[in-house]
């Protein structure tokens, strides 16, 4: 049987999108679930539109009380029970009630070469900084922000008129290639991080 696969997401989705599109053939892990904390995020359409179940669970009623907003989150993941949850472009800091309850289960990926650049702002960090390779990270999801085990990370070379837009962009190719690399690895417990160069 397949393993359950939730995705979250806060935007466009076009992680989740690669994600989705790479669970097909003899994948081991099917997509069940697309939830955002945004009505408006534009990638619940692309779920659906491939006809994948979605959800909302906003946060905004939620403010000041995060303890109610993670119940929420897990009853709502707990209807579809997840073998694996994939966070892509997932903008909530999360407390234990959530991390807790799916400990080993949660991927992220995050658009710098961690342990660079944990946080927002990636991009204009590495360009201010002068760096020639900039890139993503996929990795387990712990208590501490952007810093759980590593599983992959893509480089992409940095270039001398690059604006954080324009970095964005190629780091975002980067992450649509590397997450379903790791996502397959991560199903079939291969944990040994893997590194992609993309020119
Ligand atoms: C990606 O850059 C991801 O790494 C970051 O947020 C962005 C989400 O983009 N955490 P998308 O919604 O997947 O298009």
Redesign the pocket.
């Known amino acids: 049987m397949s393993l359950r696969v939730a995705i979250l997401?806060?935007?466009?989705?076009?992680?989740?999108?690669?994600l989705v599109d790479s669970m097909t053939g003899d994948h081991p892990a099917r997509p069940v679930l697309v939830l955002s904390n945004n009505t408006d995020?534009?990638?619940l359409a692309k779920a659906a539109a491939r006809g994948i179940k979605t959800s909302v669970v906003d946060h905004r009623p939620y403010k000041g009380d995060r303890k109610a907003f993670e119940t929420e989150l897990n009853a709502t993941l707990d209807e579809v029970a997840p073998d694996i949850i994939c966070?892509?472009?997932?903008?909530r800091i999360l407390t234990e009630q959530y991390l807790d309850h799916w400990q080993g289960k949660m991927i992220?990926?995050?658009?710098s070469l961690l342990p660079k650049y944990p946080g927002l702002n990636t991009h204009a960090r590495a360009l201010q900084a002068g760096d020639t390779m900039a890139g993503?990270t996929v990795h387990e999801v712990t208590a501490e922000l952007d810093a759980g085990p590593m599983l992959g990370q893509a480089q992409v070379p940095v270039m001398t008129d690059d604006t954080p837009e324009t970095l964005?962009t190629r780091?975002?190719k980067a992450?649509h290639q590397l997450y379903p690399a790791v996502l397959r690895r991560f199903a079939v417990h291969e944990y040994a991080p893997i590194h992609m160069n993309i020119v």
């Open positions: 997401i806060s935007g466009g989705g076009s992680n989740m999108v690669s995020a534009g990638g966070h892509a472009g997932f903008m992220n990926i995050h658009p993503c964005a780091v975002l992450e």
